[in-house]
């Protein structure tokens, strides 16, 4: 595949660039084949990260005025870290999990592709929550090095806004998880279920003699 990709990209970019650009393409069109994904694009997605930066940005304007010791500050940065952190690395298991599950041979086609782009969907989905966890790690530690660094305060607001507009869209996405993950299970279970009613069709199409009927 990557040899495929090369031929479209330039041969100076290395191919991990390459393969996570094709990645992207893939997404997104997980994402095409779905109703409205604009829409949805919208509302999951942009209108928590509006609706984030509005509700904390007052809030770091507060921190910022009522001048908050470094310690205090500490504190909240590494735990807002941590949880950043922990959101991730969770993030990367349940989506390997969910890349490993396995489907058996003996449903129709119909349903396997059905089943396919379900966890394709949810994979999607989990990589949104990985991002904006990542993203908001990363604003977060910036917004810390800048009020070591003294900058302007308008920079240390919109900087902390930012990053509390990622740390809603986190939590907004983490509350998703619990159904995420029974949803991964039903589907499993489904598979299951639908693989023994395969074979017990199967042997009842077949007499005694082992002959099919006809």
Known sequence: MIDELDDDAPRWIPDEFVSAGYSLRAMFSVLGQTAAPWVKFLLGSVVPLIVGWIACRPVVWHM??????????????????????????????????????????????????????????????????????????????AWYVAIGMQAAEPVLVELGAAAGAFLVLTLLRACLLPMQIYEIREIHMEDVLEASQARLEKKYEQPKGGHATE
């Not at 735990?79 to 950043?84: C, P, T, V």
């Open 64 to 141: 910022l005025a009522e001048s908050f010791s470094s310690d205090v500050l500490s504190g909240v940065v590494a735990g807002l870290l941590a949880f950043g952190a922990l959101i991730a690395g969770f993030m990367v298991s349940i989506m390997l999990s969910t890349g490993t599950i396995e489907l058996h041979e003996e449903l129709e086609h119909e349903v396997l592709e059905n089943y396919v782009l379900k966890l394709k969907y949810l994979l999607v989905s989990q990589a949104s929550t990985l991002f904006a966890s990542v993203v908001m790690t990363v604003l977060f530690l």
